[in-house]
């Protein structure tokens, strides 16, 4: 039987574990400078983990987590919630809501709308001025002048080409 007596046990088995994990009294005092901390002994019972849900920052008291903490098993400090997670008092790990999963999937496809719409007005805007570069080299050519703005309105073309093939892939 465990004693909550950090001194006694100190005195009488240094090395008994304390916890699940092995760690001793004399690891407790002397390598982590807390005693019997994450513990909890009511009263004259055993040390055992502190429960989930509470958190115990000496060995003979056990207080349940506040609200906008989590803490797990055998927990010294409440552990704050991210913002996108919910912690009622009481919680032993933080819990997700479905306004948190609703807020990324708008936030997800608001971007990819986003992004098409860009690439649509890009799309639109190309496609105009390969237009108007044709109309401008039509009407030069009926005019009996060639210059080097057919060369570009065919490179226009080609740029125009190249972005509808991959944006429809």
């Known amino acids: 039987m465990i004693s909550c007596d950090i001194f006694s046990l100190l005195q009488h088995d240094p090395l008994a574990p304390l916890s699940a994990d092995g760690t001793t009294a004399a690891q407790l005092v002397f390598g982590k400078g807390m005693p019997a901390g994450g513990?909890?002994?009511?009263?004259?019972?055993?040390?055992?983990?502190?429960?989930?849900?509470?958190?115990?920052?000496?060995?003979?008291?056990?207080?349940?987590?506040?609200?906008?903490?989590?803490?797990?098993?055998?927990?010294?400090?409440?552990?704050?919630?991210?913002?996108?997670?919910?912690?009622?008092?009481?919680?032993?790990?933080?819990?997700?809501?479905?306004?948190?999963?609703?807020?990324?999937?708008t936030l997800a496809l608001t971007l990819l709308l986003l992004w098409w719409s860009v690439m649509s007005w890009l799309q639109r805007r190309r496609v105009q001025r390969l237009q108007k570069c044709r109309q401008e080299v039509a009407a030069r050519r009926l005019s009996g002048l060639q210059d080097k703005q057919a060369a570009g309105c065919e490179l226009a073309r080609y740029s125009a080409l190249l972005f509808a093939i991959t944006v429809r892939k």
């Open 39 to 105: 513990l909890f002994c009511p009263g004259t019972s055993p040390a055992g983990p502190c429960p989930a849900g509470s958190y115990c920052p000496e060995p003979l008291t056990s207080l349940t987590c506040p609200e906008g903490h989590f803490c797990p098993m055998q927990s010294m400090n409440p552990l704050a919630c991210s913002w996108v997670s919910h912690c009622p008092a009481g919680s032993s790990l933080p819990q997700i809501t479905w306004g948190t999963y609703i807020g990324i999937w």
